[in-house]
C-alpha cells in the first residue's frame, strides 16, 4: 500500500508563490510515476504536472514556466513549486502515483491540499 498526504496550500495574492509538498509512504519502491492534478471550482480535475521515475518531466501549457515539479529521496517527496500565481490556478491540488500491483497499475491519490489566489 502506498499513502499519499499532500501540504503546502493556501491563500495567496496574485504574483505569489507557493511550494506544494507530497510525502508517500508505504511501498513506495512500487512507484512508477507520479504527479500533480488539480481541479478547480465546477470543472474537472486536470493533470498540472507528472515527473518519471527517470525524471522526466511535463506539464500542462498554463503552467509551463511557472510550476517546476521535482521529487527528494527517491519518491519519498514529490515538490511542486508555484511561481506567478493567478486567480485561475486556484483549486483542489492533489498528489497521484502510478503504483505496480503484481501486473496492474494502480492510481493512488492523496487527500488534496486548496490553493485559492486572489486578484
Known amino acids: 500500500q502506498v499513502q499519499l498526504v499532500e501540504s503546502g496550500g493556501g491563500l495567496v495574492q496574485a504574483g505569489e508563490s507557493l511550494r506544494l509538498s507530497c510525502a508517500a509512504s508505504?511501498?513506495?519502491?512500487?512507484?512508477?510515476?507520479m504527479g500533480w492534478y488539480r481541479q478547480a471550482p465546477g470543472k474537472e480535475r486536470e493533470l498540472v504536472a507528472g515527473?518519471?521515475?527517470?525524471?522526466?518531466?511535463n506539464y500542462a501549457d498554463s503552467v509551463k514556466g511557472r510550476f517546476t515539479i521535482s521529487r527528494e529521496n527517491g519518491w519519498s517527496t514529490m515538490y511542486l513549486q508555484m511561481n506567478s500565481l493567478n486567480p485561475e490556478d486556484t483549486g483542489v491540488y492533489y498528489c497521484?502515483?502510478?503504483?505496480?500491483?503484481?501486473?496492474?497499475?494502480?492510481?493512488?491519490w492523496g487527500q488534496g491540499t486548496l490553493v485559492t489566489v486572489s486578484s
Open positions: 508505504g511501498s513506495i519502491a512500487k512507484i512508477l510515476a
Open positions: 515527473i518519471t521515475s527517470g525524471g522526466s518531466t
Open positions: 497521484e502515483a502510478d503504483v505496480k500491483r503484481l501486473v496492474r497499475i494502480t492510481a493512488v
